[in-house]
């Protein structure tokens, strides 16, 4: 049973650029949450899709936008790249009930120059 | 506001040496709160699950505890080896909430 997978695992981009992380869940989760961790810092929520719906956003600008697809599969977008949106991008996903654990992805490193 | 604070922000200690991390927060209405461990570069993992009515639970060398009087938690590890060198989050879940709250980390070093 593959756990969450993220794509790709590292990249390298240009301020005011646009990138697109994707994610896929753990089998027979629905559920996906985003995550931004700065080096040396706790994960900070972004936002989460539930139901190809975004159902619940942190404090993060517009610039981040999120999809859900049927497969329960995700992207996360941003544009107009800064260079402090450089770091660690943490997909994870959860199933419907239980309590609530995260199954997080390996990451996808982003740095922006 | 529901905040985690964790302490200490870093530790070093030597192989084989015990250690206790802690984790203080202010949610409300308390669900769970795990202990996750992050490995350099990769995502977290979780240790172990406390409920409200739990006190102790161990899981190998790992032992967490919960004070939901006090809303505090700590985590003890025994022995410690080179692979426990990692990051140690702390996160509570609340009711009403489909977003637990994080804590920074500790960030753990253990030397040979």
């Known amino acids: 049973d593959a756990g969450v997978t993220q794509s790709p695992t590292h990249l390298i981009k240009t301020r005011g650029q646009q990138v697109t992380l994707r994610c896929s869940p753990k089998?027979?989760?629905?559920?996906v949450s985003w995550y931004q961790q700065a080096l040396g810092q706790g994960p900070q929520f972004i936002f989460q899709?539930?139901?190809?719906?975004?159902?619940q956003r942190g404090n993060f600008p517009d610039r981040f936008s999120g999809h859900q697809f049927p497969n329960y599969s995700s992207e996360l977008n941003v544009n107009a790249l800064l260079l402090g949106d450089s770091a660690l991008y943490l997909c994870?996903?959860?199933?419907?009930?239980?309590?609530?654990?995260?199954?997080f992805g390996e990451g996808s490193r982003l740095t922006v120059l | 506001k529901n905040q985690v604070e964790q302490s200490p922000q870093s530790l070093i200690i030597l192989e084989g040496k015990n250690c206790t991390l802690q984790?203080?927060?202010?949610?409300?209405?308390?669900?769970?709160l795990r202990w996750y461990k992050q490995d350099t570069g990769r995502g977290p993992v979780s240790l172990t699950i406390?409920?409200?009515?739990?006190n102790t639970k161990s899981n190998g060398r790992y032992t967490a505890t919960l004070d939901a009087d006090t809303k505090q938690s700590s985590l003890h590890i025994t022995a410690s080896q080179l692979s426990d060198s990692a990051s140690y989050i702390c996160?509570?879940?609340?009711?009403?909430?489909?977003?637990?709250?994080f804590g920074r980390g500790t960030s753990l070093i253990v030397h040979p």
């Open positions: 994870a996903s959860s199933f419907p009930g239980g309590t609530g654990e995260l199954f």
């Open positions: 089998s027979g989760h629905d559920t």
């Open positions: 899709y539930y139901e190809e719906e975004e159902r």
């Open positions: 984790c203080n927060y202010t949610v409300s209405p308390f669900s769970n």
């Open positions: 406390m409920t409200f009515s739990e």
């Open positions: 996160v509570v879940r609340w009711g009403g909430s489909y977003i637990p709250t």
